[in-house]
């Protein structure tokens, strides 16, 4: 299965940013690409999310322990098969394809990916595999949109996925601190009313 970007390029290509860190919105040519690329790849989004997750799954197996459904699937064809696998690829779908609605929007943008973020904290889903995602979405699209695939669409998806997975770190980070503090006890927890003079 050999795309380019994916298994350790993935890494390199998708870098893992500090949570501090947002990256580059897709400037309006990169949005107006993705727009374009997506009219296709929406007729296909069932196979393109089976793809990326079995992709996922064969290149980054310790993602596996994330998903307690796939966790002791070793067989890639039952996986194929999965309709809880086609079902959760759809949901990243649905995800992706609200972004992609939403770049024009990135105040609602942000919001969802945020959001998206602190839901993964409660899902164990920890930011190092986002970026995996990424690179396998764009591995499984590739083939779909055969020549309308260049160089400048790929670097269009890149920083889209790069853009949403900085905001869903944040919103991870954001629910890990909240969690964090919810543990603690009344005295230890940061008061600002408290605060001496």
């Known amino acids: 299965m050999g795309c ?13 940013r500090s949570t501090d860190a947002a990256a580059a919105c897709p400037s309006e040519a990169q949005i107006q690409m993705i727009k374009e690329s997506w009219k296709v790849i929406r007729d296909d989004i069932a196979k393109v999310g089976i793809i990326m ?7 980054h197996p310790e ?14 064809e039952r ?27 990135l105040e609602r943008l942000e919001a969802l990916a945020l959001e998206l973020g602190k839901s993964h904290y409660h899902y164990n889903a920890p930011p190092k595999y986002y970026s995996y995602v990424g690179a ?20 269009a998806w890149k920083t889209m ?8 770190r944040k919103g991870y ?9 919810l543990t603690l006890s009344p005295k230890e927890r940061p008061d600002k009313s408290n605060t001496a003079l």
């Open 136 to 155: 396998e979405f764009i591995c499984a699209v590739q083939p779909i949109l055969k020549e309308k695939w260049t160089a400048e669409l790929e670097e």
């Open 4 to 16: 380019a970007i994916s298994g350790l390029a993935a890494k390199a290509e998708f870098g893992e």
């Open 53 to 59: 997750f079995v992709r996922l799954f064969e290149t």
């Open 63 to 76: 993602c596996k322990d994330v998903f307690f459904l796939f966790r002791d699937v070793e067989d890639l």
């Open 161 to 168: 996925f790069q853009y949403v997975t900085s905001l869903m």
């Open 173 to 181: 980070q954001e629910e890990s601190s909240r969690q964090h503090l």
């Open 79 to 105: 996986l194929r098969t999965s309709r809880e696998l086609r079902a959760h690829g759809l949901r990243v779908m649905s995800f992706i394809e609200k972004s992609v609605a939403r770049l024009d929007q």
